[in-house]
């Protein structure tokens, strides 16, 4: 006989969690009554060896006046809990993490004016302990055909309870959506259940036989028997060993075994046992290491999947194959203890985890270890690789900076953002930084972080990029080189000009033929300009430009159309006490001397000529090595004469000395 066992049989995290609630009170509370609200689990041998400890089963709180109360898996209404609380009784609230989260979204929607409708059985525990978080208030229905009317509701929220199928499920909401289409629907259906429910059907769908194991009242392993039923025609459902008759098994080849969310392990393996007693040459030998595997194919620092089954604000319960679930704390899940878990991930999702500690009902989880781990690893990677990172800066702590790259936060000495002394680091938060690991330690814990050995570096490769361009650049120009250049900065002496990677230099000389009292005269900041090299200092790879040479000598021009004796148009530009510069053509001017202004003799030059005034002269010498012009504006004019009357005697030199009287005789008749 081949036996195949689902992996999914027996407890939940959530029933496992009430009797493990049960099982602590019992040691820790050795002198006080212990009372369980309803039946902690749907087992009556369960039960039985709880009732032998000292606990006692109530069905209401009017029952008790003190003493400790645990609330069973299912969960209770808000008003239990209060009630609870205004009697001052000790309670141990064991409800399943999956129904609070749906009694939470309840909650949040009849608060927010929506009608609640939960798929379920009306009766059952779970389901009124749902209702009374919105007042008792909510639809129940159990099959499609009780789905009432619901358009009169503006708002509909539905949820259902955990141990129902997914075909009920599916079957219910779409006559809800055909109705109202914009009803809120969560499918609130357990993952352990729903994991359990597919592999019985699996298995049931492969075997002859099919042993179903759980209390008789249980209504998940009611389900699985229905499920299994529909699958395999020879479905039999016991309690315990007892309820197993050998005979009627003996026929079958392959048996398959499931066994409900509230019965446990104990349970199964003694009827494991008893089959192998009785059939011990008729079922494979490797059928009980198969379901033994099951149980313990984890270990103390195993790292392995799992899925997420629900989560609440502080905690995660995560389904990784083992006969109860996981439970990942929100201090080992995330660093941030203002964290709601239940935004953080989502039923269904499949983490990696690393198991801490397996207890004999329950197993503890870690998620951030795994990251911790890995980002250790990652680390060490990056610095041997010496690999270039992204991160943010997160937070100014004494001596430096936090970064985040993602998967870890390193930190970054104040010293290592930059070769510039940054004052205030604050500044700094949020800004986007590049860099690599310079120090790392595994054993101390120990990685510093630097964006500055980056800086540094990309700053001498742009300086050699820079030098290899401006050589190149250099070598490729020649004197007498025509360049256009933009002008780069204004100095008193002269002017810089950007000409591709390299700065030209035109001294204030070399701006004009005319004389220049500041370069801003001639060019702006920011103005192309074109330019010629007159000189390339090829050891200081400096360049010589020049602005003027790119136009004709006005002395050249002027040799070419003029010469001596030529007589001029010329405008008067300088008067000075020994003469007057006037201007033949723009930037050449020549010099009137006092003595060259008129044939008298002029004592003061301002009162003779004035400057811009236009005259009439002549030129009467040219020095064309010291580039100097010489006027003259008597020689255009002609020479006065004075006439002498004629009864006036001129004497001659051979003459008798004249008296006055020969001179000035007449004048006194």
């Known amino acids: ?29 050795e002198n006080t009554d212990i009372y369980t609200l309803g039946p902690i689990i749907h087992n009556k041998q369960v039960i039985d060896k709880l009732t032998k400890k000292g606990v006692k089963t109530i069905e209401d709180l009017s029952e008790i006046s003190q003493g400790i109360v645990i609330i069973r898996s299912h969960g209770v209404g808000e008003n239990i809990l209060k009630e609870a609380d205004e009697k001052d009784l000790n309670t141990i609230n064991a409800t399943c993490p999956y129904v609070k989260s749906i009694q939470q979204k309840v909650n949040q929607y009849y608060k927010n004016g929506y009608k609640i409708i939960i798929i379920g059985d009306k009766n059952h525990p779970e389901v009124k302990g749902i209702n009374g978080w919105c007042e008792n208030n909510a639809l129940v229905v159990d099959n499609k055909n009780s789905v009432p009317n619901t358009d009169k509701y503006d708002k509909i929220c539905v949820v259902a309870q955990t141990t129902i199928t997914n075909t009920l499920y599916k079957e219910i909401t779409d ?30 769908s492969s075997v002859d036989c099919m ?38 098994i003996r026929k079958y080849k392959k048996v398959g075994i499931s066994a409900g969310a509230s019965t446990p392990r104990w349970i199964i393996e003694e009827v494991i046992d008893f ?3 009785n059939l011990e040459n008729e079922i494979e030998n490797d059928m009980k290491e198969s379901y033994e595997e099951t149980f313990n194919n984890l270990k103390k620092g195993s790292v392995v999947e799992g899925k997420v089954i629900s989560a609440s604000d502080d905690e995660i319960i995560v389904n990784v194959g083992y006969k109860t679930d996981g439970i990942i704390k929100k201090h080992e899940f995330t660093n941030n203890p203002d964290a709601d878990l239940s935004t953080l991930v989502k039923p269904q999702d499949v983490i990696e985890v690393l198991v801490l500690n397996i207890g004999q009902d329950n197993i503890e989880l870690s998620k951030i270890r795994i990251e911790e781990r890995k980002a250790k690893d990652e680390l060490e ?36 953002y930059h070769f510039k002394y940054i004052k205030d680091l604050n500044t700094l938060m949020g800004e986007e930084v590049r860099g690599k690991i310079i120090e790392f330690d595994k054993k101390k814990n120990k990685v510093i972080f630097s964006q500055r050995v980056i800086l540094e570096e990309e700053q001498n490769i742009k300086r050699e990029e820079d030098a ?6 250099f070598d490729s120009l020649k004197v007498g080189q025509k360049i256009d250049g933009k002008v780069k900065s204004i100095m008193k002496y002269g002017v810089f000009i950007e000409i591709g990677p390299i700065d030209g230099f035109v001294h204030i000389s070399d701006l004009s033929y005319s004389k220049v009292k500041h370069p801003s005269d001639i060019v702006k900041e920011g103005e192309i300009v074109e330019t010629v090299i007159i000189n390339l200092d090829h050891e200081n790879a400096k360049i010589k430009l020049s602005i003027k040479e790119l136009t004709e000598d006005p002395w050249t021009t002027f040799i ?30 020549g010099l009137i001397h006092i003595s060259e202004i008129s044939h008298d003799k002029v004592e003061n030059v301002e009162s003779v000529l004035t400057s811009g005034e236009v005259v009439e002269a002549k030129i009467i010498n040219i020095d064309k090595e010291k580039k100097k012009i010489s006027l003259s504006i008597k020689e255009t004019l002609e020479p006065q004469v004075k006439e002498i009357e004629e009864n006036v005697t001129v004497y001659k030199e051979d003459d008798a ?13």
Request: net charge negative; with cysteine; proline share 2%.
């Open 1 to 29: 006989m081949e036996l195949i066992i689902a992996k999914t049989a027996g407890y939940c995290f959530g029933v496992n969690n009430a009797v493990d609630s049960v099982e602590k009170a019992i040691k820790e509370h």
């Open 175 to 204: 006559k809800i959506s055909e109705q109202n289409p914009n009803a809120v629907l969560f499918n609130t259906i357990c993952n352990a259940t729903r994991e359990r429910q597919d592999e019985t059907k699996t298995i049931a």
């Open 211 to 248: 042993i179903i194991i759980g209390g008789y009242h249980s209504s998940n392993t009611q389900k699985l028997v229905v499920i299994s039923q529909q699958n395999c025609k020879n479905t039999i459902h016991i309690e315990t060993k007892e309820d197993l008759e050998i005979g009627s």
């Open 275 to 277: 089959m192998e007693n």
């Open 381 to 416: 990677k990056a610095y041997q690789e010496e690999r270039v990172m992204s991160g943010r800066i997160v937070k100014v702590i004494k001596g430096g900076l936090m970064v985040d790259i993602d998967f870890s936060e390193v930190f970054m000495p104040a010293s290592q």
């Open 468 to 473: 290899k361009q401006k050589n190149e650049f």
């Open 560 to 589: 070419k159309s003029y010469s001596k004796d030529t007589v001029v148009q010329v405008k008067i530009t300088n008067i000075l006490s020994f003469g007057a510069f006037a201007e033949i053509i723009p930037q050449v001017e």
């Open 657 to 669: 000395s004249p008296t006055l009287g020969d001179l000035f005789g007449d004048l006194f008749k």
